[in-house]
C-alpha cells in the first residue's frame, strides 16, 4: 500500500494547516467529467470548504531549486466535503465554477486568452479568496474561437476550459509548489497545451482489461462545418464562405468523399469579416472540428509496477499513439484513476463520454 503526504493549505494564504499520511486514497481525475477524489487522513487534520489538498508521494522529495525547495504534487484538489471518513475533494479548475458572461471571439492564442479569463475573473477578484497563486500562460499561438448561439451567454467558465481542452488540448493545471519560508506554500500554475506523446501498445502484460468504443466520425460529432459571413441577414440565403468536412482519418477537406461520414452533422462558423487578429478559415476549420479526432474512448488497466510508463508521470492531456488489434489510435489521456488499494491504474483515452452532452453549451 503507497501512502501519501498529504497537506492542507487554507485558501486565502496557503499556510500549511495540516500534514498527515494518507494509507487509504483513491485520486480519480477526468477533465471532461470532473470526478472526485478521496483520502482517509491518518493523523490530525482541520479544513474548511474551499481549501487545498496537496498530495505528493513519499518517494517525491523536495528538491532544490535556485535557493527555494519545492516539489511537484501528484495531485491538487479542492476540499469539498467530508464523507465517511474521508476528505473529497475536486480538481483545481473547480475553482472557476462560477458563471461569466461569454461573447463570440477568435483569437490567435487560446492559452493567453484561459489565462487572462483566470486572471480576471478569479486571482484578481479579492471576493474569491484566493491566496498565493501565479498563473502563467505558455504562449503556444493557437487560434481559437467561441460562438455562442445569442451572445452575451451566461456561461459557467469550468463548462468553457472543458471546451477548449476539447477543441485545442490546452489546460489549466499545477506546475509545483515552493516552500515560502514564512509556513506557507506557493501555487505556481500555467495555462499550457500538452505538446508530450507516448506510445502504447497493447501486446504487454503491463496493460489489461482493455475496453475500446470507436464512434465513426460524423454519428455523435459534428463533422461539416459551414462558415458563415456575420453579415447574413436571410436564413434561406446565406452568405457561406466555405464548407469543410473532417474524414474518419482525421484529415480536413473540402469535398465530401467516401472518408466522410454520411449523413452528415453541420456545425455553424460566424465569421466576423471586420474583427482583427482573424484566423484564415482553414485554421477556424481545424479547431471547430478537431473534437471529431477522438471520437473514441479507450480504456484499460496498468499495472502500477511497470517499465513502460511510471504512474508518477502521469499527465492529464498528453497525446498518445495507441495500437490495438493492429489499429493506430491518435488519442489523447483525458483521465486516470489510482488507488491505494489496487495495484492497477485505470487509464482513460479519447473524447466519447455518455454524460459528455450534459457538460457542453452552445458554445462548444
Same mark, same amino acid.
Given at each position: ?107 490567435? @492564442? =487560446? ?8 486572471? !480576471? &475573473? ?5 471576493? *474569491?479568496?484566493?491566496? #498565493? ?77 482493455? @475496453? =475500446? ?8 460529432? !459534428? &463533422? ?5 459571413? *456575420?453579415?447574413?441577414? #436571410? ?77 508518477? @508521470? ?10 490495438? &488489434? ?39
Amino acid at each position: 500500500m503507497t501512502a501519501l503526504s498529504c497537506y492542507i493549505l487554507d485558501r486565502k494564504t496557503l499556510a500549511v494547516k495540516a500534514r498527515f499520511q494518507s494509507y487509504d486514497w483513491d485520486i480519480s481525475r477526468d477533465y471532461l467529467t470532473n470526478e472526485k477524489s478521496s483520502f482517509v487522513p491518518f493523523g490530525t487534520w482541520e479544513a474548511q470548504q474551499g481549501d487545498f489538498l496537496v498530495a505528493k508521494s513519499s518517494l517525491l522529495d523536495w528538491v532544490s531549486k535556485s535557493g527555494n525547495r519545492r516539489f511537484k504534487p501528484f495531485y491538487t484538489g479542492v476540499f469539498d466535503s467530508f464523507e465517511s471518513e474521508k476528505i473529497v475533494c475536486c480538481d483545481l479548475y473547480n475553482l472557476l465554477n462560477f458563471e461569466f458572461v461569454a461573447t463570440r471571439m477568435t483569437g490567435t @492564442d =487560446v492559452t493567453g486568452h484561459l489565462f487572462a479569463l483566470i486572471m !480576471q &475573473n478569479l486571482i484578481n477578484d479579492t471576493t *474569491k479568496n484566493i491566496g #498565493d497563486i501565479e498563473v502563467s500562460a505558455d504562449n503556444s499561438a493557437i487560434n481559437w474561437s467561441y460562438q455562442p448561439a445569442e451572445p452575451p451567454t451566461a456561461t459557467n467558465m469550468v463548462t468553457y476550459f472543458i471546451n477548449a481542452f476539447r477543441k485545442y488540448n490546452v489546460l489549466w493545471d499545477v506546475d509545483y509548489f515552493e516552500d515560502s519560508g514564512i509556513g506557507a506554500l506557493k501555487m505556481v500554475t500555467s495555462v499550457r497545451h500538452v505538446a508530450r506523446r507516448i506510445s502504447l501498445k497493447d501486446n504487454t502484460s503491463a496493460f489489461l482489461d482493455w @475496453d =475500446v468504443y470507436v464512434d465513426p466520425g460524423g454519428f455523435s460529432e !459534428q &463533422n461539416k462545418l459551414v462558415i458563415v459571413n *456575420k453579415k447574413t441577414v #436571410d436564413m434561406l440565403a446565406p452568405m457561406v464562405m466555405s464548407t469543410w468536412y473532417i474524414r474518419s482519418d482525421g484529415e480536413i477537406v473540402q469535398v465530401a468523399d467516401e472518408g466522410v461520414h454520411r449523413p452528415t452533422r453541420d456545425k455553424v462558423f460566424i465569421f466576423d469579416t471586420t474583427q482583427q487578429d482573424q484566423p484564415t478559415q482553414l485554421e477556424v476549420a481545424r479547431a471547430e472540428l478537431s473534437a471529431s479526432n477522438y471520437s473514441h474512448e479507450i480504456n484499460f488497466n496498468m499495472k502500477k509496477s511497470n517499465s513502460l510508463l511510471d504512474w508518477h @508521470d502521469l499527465e492529464m492531456g498528453m497525446l498518445a499513439n495507441i495500437v490495438y &488489434n493492429n489499429d493506430i489510435f491518435e488519442s489523447i489521456m483525458t483521465g486516470y484513476r489510482v488507488s491505494s488499494g489496487s495495484d492497477l491504474i485505470g487509464l482513460r483515452f479519447g473524447y466519447v463520454r455518455s454524460t459528455l452532452q450534459q457538460l457542453l453549451d452552445d458554445g462548444s
